[in-house]
């Protein structure tokens, strides 16, 4: 059993949520541990279609576990309201757990989000403007609000008498923007404090106890790898880790009880915001391919920038995060194609480049090397079994098995909960 890691390995919207769900239905707990409301989680079951930004997917499983860790900034009135919507859709809410050590996002966050994207100009970051970014900045400045400290009302105003000029100096004298005052903040999160107090805990004795008597614990990544803060496409990226590293840190969990690392794939590539992006489709084909995958941002609506597989980018996420083990989504969306490409090799300044680098200005302007195979050109939704694939779409998924080398062990062939090829055994 174990611990089994589910992380995204391209820019985020790999369809995480889905494998998750899947994941969730043999473990005994789920946990978030990193990001904010910046993500979205889609996970539609029959008829319904839910939407997570903060609440493990785990949660439609009656009796799994589902905590939002420690490395989360949790933006109280978005958790409010997604579970006031999950408790309208018969949720059961009992099991979840709100790490007491998990940052909040306070109201100035996102104003300063958007504000400092404004700043930037031409240079903007395309952020999702949910103050995930102002809120990590202030938890590295040791000038953070935890979720815990809901519980302290004395200590929170304390902290916020001193914390909050900070803010508003910046607010008013860099932006010329309306400052906030202590006591509608305090009210505001008084009131937050009472109806999430039910849920803030520290999950310490869970998580290890869970890890102790060696139950099935689902991590739950949110982003990409190459969304990380480190390891991505800086500064085009989010501000925390969404890597494996950052994903055990944000649960407190160490890595000698991770028994597998799942890397999420598109069978093809999608990015939201600005940044580098080797392999983007622009036109006709690109347009197709968005309206086929609905590659509509989860959180934001904003159009997803769609490309080719980049086989680099997924090598490296194979490599930096130890992935022992691919899920690949939306074979479907390729279905009508008379080929695919396959991006194996980039040349940077006409040099062989095999990895995406540091260098932001020389990623921008890398020319990608493609291969292409034969489509399948049938609809692959109704496969249950890697043998209903037609031989095409096999011969794609061994390719990308050889180029990553891993195994593609879950294939996703539309979003429902049902169409999926699962292995027989994990
Ligand atoms: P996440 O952020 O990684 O959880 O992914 P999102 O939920 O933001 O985006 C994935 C989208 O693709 C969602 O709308 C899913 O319902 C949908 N989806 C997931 N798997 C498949 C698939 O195999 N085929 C199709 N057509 N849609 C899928
Ligand atoms: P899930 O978990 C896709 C992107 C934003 C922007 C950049 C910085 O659904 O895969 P931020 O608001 O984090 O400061 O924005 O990161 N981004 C995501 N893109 N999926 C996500 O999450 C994302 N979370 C952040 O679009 O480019
Ligand atoms: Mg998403």
Same mark, same amino acid.
């Not at 004298?173 to 309306?178: E, F, M, S, T």
């Given at each position: ?114 504000l400092?994207?404004g700043a ?25 609000? +935890? =979720? #815990?400290?809901?519980?302290? &009302?004395?200590? !929170? %105003?304390?902290? $916020?008498?001193?914390? *909050?000029?900070?803010?508003n100096?910046a607010l008013v004298r860099l932006y010329d923007a309306q400052p ?90 999608? +990015? =939201? #915001?600005?940044?580098?992006? &080797?392999?983007? !489709? %622009?036109?006709? $084909?690109?347009?197709? *391919? ?137």
């Amino acid at each position: 059993m174990g611990v089994v890691l589910c992380l995204g390995g391209q820019w985020g919207d790999e369809g995480k949520g889905k494998i998750v769900d899947l994941l969730a239905e043999s473990a005994q707990m789920v946990i978030r541990s990193q990001g904010g409301n910046n993500a979205g989680h889609t996970v539609v079951v029959g008829d319904h279609t839910f939407k997570f930004n903060l609440i493990p997917a785990g949660i439609l499983h009656p009796s799994t576990v589902c905590v939002i860790g420690n490395g989360v900034v949790l933006d109280p009135r978005v958790l409010l309201s997604e579970l006031e919507a999950l408790e309208e859709q018969g949720a059961n809410l009992d099991n979840l757990v709100i790490s007491e050590r998990a940052h909040m996002i306070m109201p100035y966050h996102p104003v300063l989000d958007r504000l400092e994207e404004g700043a930037r100009g031409d240079d903007r970051l395309g952020t999702t403007f949910r103050g995930v970014g102002p809120a990590y900045s202030d938890k590295v400045r040791r000038i953070g609000f +935890r =979720v #815990g400290d809901l519980q302290k &009302p004395a200590f !929170l %105003e304390k902290k $916020l008498r001193f914390v *909050l000029p900070l803010k508003n100096q910046a607010l008013v004298r860099l932006y010329d923007a309306q400052p906030f005052t202590v006591e509608a903040i305090l009210e505001e999160y008084t009131d937050y404090a009472r109806r999430l107090d039910r849920f803030i805990r520290d999950p310490y004795p869970l998580i290890q106890g869970a890890l102790a008597e060696e139950r099935r614990v689902v991590l739950e990544g949110a982003q990409g790898t190459m969304l990380d803060l480190d390891l991505g496409t800086y500064p085009y990226v989010t501000s925390s880790y969404p890597s494996a590293g950052g994903v055990l840190a944000g649960a407190g969990i160490g890595p000698r009880h991770v028994t597998r690392t799942i890397g999420v794939f598109k069978a093809y590539t999608t +990015r =939201v #915001g600005y940044g580098p992006f &080797p392999t983007e !489709l %622009e036109g006709e $084909l690109g347009e197709y *391919l968005r309206e086929r995958g609905g590659e509509y941002g989860t959180t934001t609506g904003r159009a997803r920038r769609v490309g080719w597989f980049d086989a680099c980018v997924a090598r490296y996420a194979v490599a930096v995060n130890g992935i022992d083990s691919l899920a690949l989504t939306k074979l479907d969306v390729l279905d009508e194609l008379e080929t695919v490409r396959i991006c194996t090799g980039y040349r940077s300044k006409g040099q062989p480049q095999d990895h995406p680098m540091a260098n932001i200005s020389h990623l921008k302007h890398l020319e990608p090397e493609f291969e292409e195979l034969p489509g399948w050109r049938r609809s692959t939704r109704g496969a249950r079994r890697r043998e209903e694939l037609p031989s095409e779409a096999r011969a794609y998924l061994d390719r990308l098995s050889e180029l990553l080398g891993a195994g593609v062990d879950w294939v996703s062939v539309g979003a429902g909960r049902d169409q999926t090829i699962e292995p027989a055994a994990w």
